[in-house]
């Protein structure tokens, strides 16, 4: 194929117009804009003198054919008059006239090799054209050299009246086009590949005009338009190119990505650019990657498991498949599992000083948590929640001591103090609790005085103590309680009263009388 770049480069020549004077019009090949005007005038004229020549054959040649006859009648009139004089037209050395038939013969001969040749030709320019606009020219190398030189030898050949070879030659010249135009897509990759070539070296200049060419050669062919757009910037592209290959390999990676986002953003379509911001995207990745990991170390040799844990955490979002990120989480989770502990033990043994035994069992339970194997939990837990049960059943007795006064709480109560005293460093609030538990068992237990007065008439009852019988007053010593008195009378309706043994001093006697006559 012809160079198309440079500033040698040669121009396919261009057959200038040829006037060929036969029959009335002129023959022409051309290869330049005119062609068009050219051919339209190259058919016209020829389409005239074909006109002209039908009415000389059907006009004039009659007349002649009549004429000729005429002359050989008589000569042969006069051959049989005088039988000598046939052999003195032959001595005077003059050529018999050739017979008017063979004239008619040769005329159309020719017209026929004429009309060939014009149709030949018409095919040839036809061809020639729908290339010219493809540009032929410029990609059809020695083939289109050598249809030039064919088409002038024929168009000489016609000027001659030498139809036959003209319609030979413009035959092969045909053939030379149609392998032109087979070899089309051929060419169109080859100039497609010259054009990708310079893309990729950045030559602009030269990109451009192959794929002009290449458009020229096919105008729909999207993947010339876009690299010929591609063209027209690709110098800029380079430079940008350059300049972040340069920043890249002085380490300086957030210029050198700028510059190949600049590129890619003119570029799309940029190879170069994309894996420029690729290789340099990973590099920084990888850099933060580093930082992160680093200063989750660093946190994690001070004992700072909650600051390197969420390091970590924050590589792993950049490298979540990293094996390495696990393994430091996993030392992260331990020692903040480790440091969880000592707090929670801190803070356990804390509330079990101030008997916060809640509190106390809520931090073992923590502990717990995180690991159930930890013995000091296990044992701290079981001894904070036996305090707080004590604890709560204490405070159930001594917010109410008149839970006492009954038989079975007042057994349980006397049961819980007896267990609550074997406990080993109870603790100052729990010693007093049992203190005042072991006061109000011991009142509970200490009979009171109490006096009930009455009517002499009324026969008396208390529930769990005994029949009192009819008296005006009487005494009992009763424990503290809550005691059912009942008074019947004959014709008298029956009295039913609650009274309240609580020890308090003052407490005015107990009337027992029916009094309502029924």
Not at 368 to 391: C, I, T
């Amino acid at each position: 194929m012809t160079s198309l770049q440079g500033p040698e480069r040669k121009k396919i020549p261009v057959v200038a117009p040829t006037n060929l004077p036969i029959g009335g019009h002129s023959r022409t090949i051309l290869s330049d804009p005119e062609r068009e005007s050219t051919t339209r005038t190259i058919l016209i004229c020829s389409f005239l003198l074909l006109i002209a020549l039908v009415l000389g054959i059907f006009i004039f040649l009659p007349a002649a054919i009549e004429a000729r006859l005429t002359e050989e009648r008589q000569n042969q009139a006069i051959a049989q008059k005088n039988p000598g004089a046939s052999d003195q037209v032959i001595k005077s050395g003059k050529s018999p006239t050739p017979p008017v038939a063979e004239i008619g013969f040769k005329k159309e001969t020719e017209t026929k090799n004429k009309i060939k040749a014009e149709k030949i030709l018409g095919h040839l320019l036809n061809l020639q054209e729908t290339l010219h606009e493809k540009a032929v020219s410029k990609w059809g190398g020695a083939q289109y050299s050598k249809l030039l030189d064919i088409t002038k030898t024929g168009d000489n050949a016609f000027h001659e009246q030498q139809f036959s070879k003209a319609a030979t030659l413009y035959a092969q010249g045909v053939n030379i086009l149609e392998e032109l135009e087979t070899v089309l897509p051929e060419r169109l990759e080859q100039v497609i590949k010259e054009g990708d070539a310079a893309l990729t070296l950045g030559n602009g200049v030269v990109a451009q005009q192959h794929f002009t060419l290449a458009l020229t050669m096919d105008p729909s062919n999207d993947y010339a338009r876009r690299n010929l757009s591609r063209a027209a910037h690709i110098e800029q592209v380079f430079k940008l190119l350059k300049l972040a290959k340069e920043h890249e390999t002085q380490q300086r990676f957030k210029q050198s990505l700028t510059d190949y986002k600049n590129a890619a953003s003119i570029d799309p379509d940029s190879e170069l650019a994309q894996s420029g911001i690729d290789r340099v995207h990973s590099i920084i990745v990888e850099q933060n990657f580093n930082k992160i990991m680093s200063r989750g170390f660093d946190a994690l040799n001070l004992g700072n498991f909650s600051k390197a844990k969420k390091a970590f955490q924050k590589a792993r979002t950049i490298k979540p498949a990293s094996k390495e990120i696990n393994e430091a989480l996993n030392q992260a989770n331990e020692g903040l599992k480790i440091e969880n502990i000592t707090v929670n033990k801190q803070k356990a043994m804390a509330a079990e000083r101030h008997e916060n035994w809640q509190t106390a069992t809520d931090h073992y339970a923590s502990v717990l948590a995180l690991d159930p194997d930890v013995l000091f939990a296990q044992q701290g837990k079981k001894r904070s929640e036996q305090f707080l049960q004590v604890n709560q059943q204490l405070d159930y007795y001594l917010k109410k001591p008149s839970r006492l006064y009954s038989k079975d709480p007042l057994v349980h109560a006397q049961k819980l103090l007896s267990f609550a005293n074997s406990l080993e460093n109870p603790g100052n609030k729990l010693t007093k609790k049992l203190s005042a538990l072991a006061t109000q068992i011991k009142q509970a237990q200490t009979p009171i005085s109490i006096k009930l007065i009455s009517d002499n008439a009324t026969e008396v009852v208390i529930y769990k103590v005994g029949k009192l019988g009819t008296f005006s007053t009487q005494e009992l010593m009763l424990r503290r309680g809550t005691y059912t008195v009942v008074g019947t009378r004959p014709g008298y309706r029956d009295i039913r009263k609650q009274i309240i043994v609580d020890g308090n001093p003052g407490t005015p006697p107990f009337p027992v009388r029916c009094e309502e006559r029924i």
